[in-house]
């Protein structure tokens, strides 16, 4: 997997929050999709992960980086990839939010519906 360029890590970006996630006791693997998945195996995957972040001390924290370091791979914050990509089209670059929180604001409804028990695949 390429290494994210350094030039879109917020200059602000801290690390501490990463310590405590409800990640760290989960495989890494259930956050990045292999080669090729789709369909199905795509969807479970995905919806495991979002079942970690929607218990994570940490998931706006997370979603925040993710979103202003405009991540290109994983669930982060509960935010699939597809997810990120919807919230970053809605800003042009030059006014992508780069400050900690600006990201959490931006795409608050995002980060809130992407732990709801419809995301997770839980009909009620």
């Not at 259930?30 to 970690?52: C, I, M, T, W, Y």
Request: proline share 7%; charged share 30%.
């Amino acid at each position: 997997m390429p290494q994210q360029p350094l030039s879109q890590v917020p200059a602000d970006a801290t690390w501490e929050w990463q310590e405590v996630g409800a990640c760290r006791e989960a495989d890494p693997d259930l956050f990045f999709h292999p080669q090729n998945e789709r369909g199905l195996a795509r969807v479970r995957r995905d919806r495991s992960a979002k079942a970690v972040c929607a218990r994570c001390s940490v998931r706006v924290e997370c979603a925040d980086y993710a979103i202003r370091a405009r991540e290109p791979y994983g669930v982060w914050g509960g935010l699939t990839e597809e997810e990120r990509e919807r919230v970053y089209l809605k800003v042009a670059v030059p006014q992508f939010p780069r400050q900690r929180g600006e990201g959490a604001k931006l795409a608050a409804d995002e980060i809130a519906a992407a732990v709801m028990p419809a995301s997770l695949g839980v009909v009620s």
